[in-house]
Structures are given as structure tokens and as C-alpha cells.
T-cell receptor, first 113, second 116 residues
Framework: GENVEQHPSTLSVQEGDSAVIKCTYS??????FPWYKQELGKGPQLIID?????GEKKDQRIAVTLNKTAKHFSLHITETQPEDSAVYFC????????????FGAGTILRVKS | GAGVSQSPSNKVTEKGKDVELRCDPI?????LYWYRQRLGQGLEFLIY????????KSGLPSDRFSAERTGESVSTLTIQRTQQEDSAVYLC??????????????FGPGTRLLVL
């Protein structure tokens, strides 16, 4: 089955710097890749997603890139702010069989002010 | 409109007892998912519903776990004879459907289960 690996497990950046989180997936049939932000005690919140027919997608300070050949995708957060501090999860699905998401282990992002 | 809601938000039970967790998806969402999140870990898929049918139950860890959905709306996840390793946050998500453009999953706040 699908396996998603996520790095780094923890990331500390200074406010205003950029943060990059990387994920790799194993199943070349996967075609949908969402990123979720989870704050303490809350459910995951979708922040951006990308489909396999697109190489890059941007939404204000957040961008995601996808390299289908290498089977990896990355989350880029620019101009980080203290409120960006949270756990970030990448996920992958095949877009079939109910689109169950296979999640990475998560990255704890700390933005220091 | 309202998002996905789950109840109870917290549940403490004794080993061996049965528990029922409830999920109310976003109105009109035909697909519903249950995931489990152990402390400090990622989410593990448990089961998926399309309408009231469960085409994929592959993530249920044992026959102590079961789920149902009625009226293409509310779902309940039941854990029988709870064990300490069942302690986790149980998250529910729903999506409009499963075709491209409809597959975005929206999560509820979760039920935190502690088995003593």
C-alpha cells in the first residue's frame, strides 16, 4: 500500500523566515496531495492541496510543489508568523477507492518571535 | 454552514467497557471517513462510507471496532471491550464525494478517548 514519509519531524524558524516541509510517497497512482495544519486540541484544517496534473500551487504565503517523477511534494511557507506554529501533515490519496488519505507522521513547526 | 461535529469531545472509560463515538458530517457530504490519531503521531485510516455503505473497512484494527452510518448523515464508531491501546483521538471527516474536485476532506475536532 501507499507509504508517505515526511521530513523534518521538527522545524524551528525565526519569524519572517521561510519554512519548507518535504514529503515523499511510494504509490505512483496517488494523484491528490493535501496539506493540513493541526493546532493543539483541534482537528486538522486543510491549508492547501494539489492534484497530480499541476506542478505548483500558491495561496498567499503558502505554496506547494509536486514532482511526480521523483514522487515528492513540498510545502513552502514564506514570511512566517508566530501563528503559523502548529503541526503540519502531508497526505496522499489515489482519488479512487474512497480517496482514503495516507498521512505523513507530521512536522512540528515553531516560529520564534 | 456548520462544520463536522463530533461527540463526546472527551471520553474516559474503563478497560473492557464499550464506547460509542458520534460524527455529524457537513450537510450534503456523501462521503464520511474515520481516522485514529495516537499521541504524537499521524492519522491512521479506519473506515470510509459512501452514503450508508462502507466499501472500505480495511483500517479497522480488530473485530472489536465497528461503524455504521444512517440516513446518509450521522455515523457512529463503536469500540467493544476497550483496551488501553485504544486510547487515542478519533477523528471524523467528510467530503462532497469522491470524484476529482469533490474529494477535499474536512475534519471534525475529534473525540479524545482514554481507556484506564
Amino acid at each position: 500500500g501507499e507509504n508517505v514519509e515526511q521530513h523534518p519531524s521538527t522545524l524551528s524558524v525565526q519569524e519572517g523566515d521561510s519554512a519548507v516541509i518535504k514529503c515523499t510517497y511510494s504509490d505512483s497512482a496517488s494523484n491528490y496531495f493535501p496539506w493540513y495544519k493541526q493546532e493543539l486540541g483541534k482537528g486538522p484544517q486543510l491549508i492547501i492541496d494539489i492534484r497530480s496534473n499541476v506542478g505548483e500551487k500558491k495561496d498567499q504565503r503558502i505554496a506547494v510543489t509536486l514532482n511526480k517523477t521523483a514522487k515528492h511534494f513540498s510545502l513552502h511557507i514564506t514570511e512566517t508568523q508566530p501563528e503559523d506554529s502548529a503541526v503540519y501533515f502531508c497526505a496522499a490519496s489515489k482519488g479512487s477507492w474512497g480517496n482514503k488519505l495516507v498521512f505523513g507522521a507530521g512536522t512540528i513547526l515553531r516560529v520564534k518571535s | 454552514g456548520a462544520g463536522v461535529s463530533q461527540s463526546p469531545s472527551n471520553k474516559v472509560t474503563e478497560k473492557g467497557k464499550d464506547v460509542e463515538l458520534r460524527c455529524d458530517p457537513i450537510s450534503g457530504h456523501t462521503a464520511l471517513y474515520w481516522y485514529r490519531q495516537r499521541l504524537g503521531q499521524g492519522l491512521e485510516f479506519l473506515i470510509y462510507f459512501q452514503g450508508n455503505s462502507a466499501p472500505d473497512k480495511s483500517g479497522l484494527p480488530s473485530d472489536r471496532f465497528s461503524a455504521e452510518r444512517t440516513g446518509e448523515s450521522v455515523s457512529t464508531l463503536t469500540i467493544q471491550r476497550t483496551q488501553q491501546e485504544d486510547s487515542a483521538v478519533y477523528l471524523c471527516a467528510s467530503s462532497l464525494g469522491e470524484r476529482e474536485g469533490l474529494e477535499t476532506q474536512y475534519f471534525g475536532p475529534g473525540t479524545r478517548l482514554l481507556v484506564l
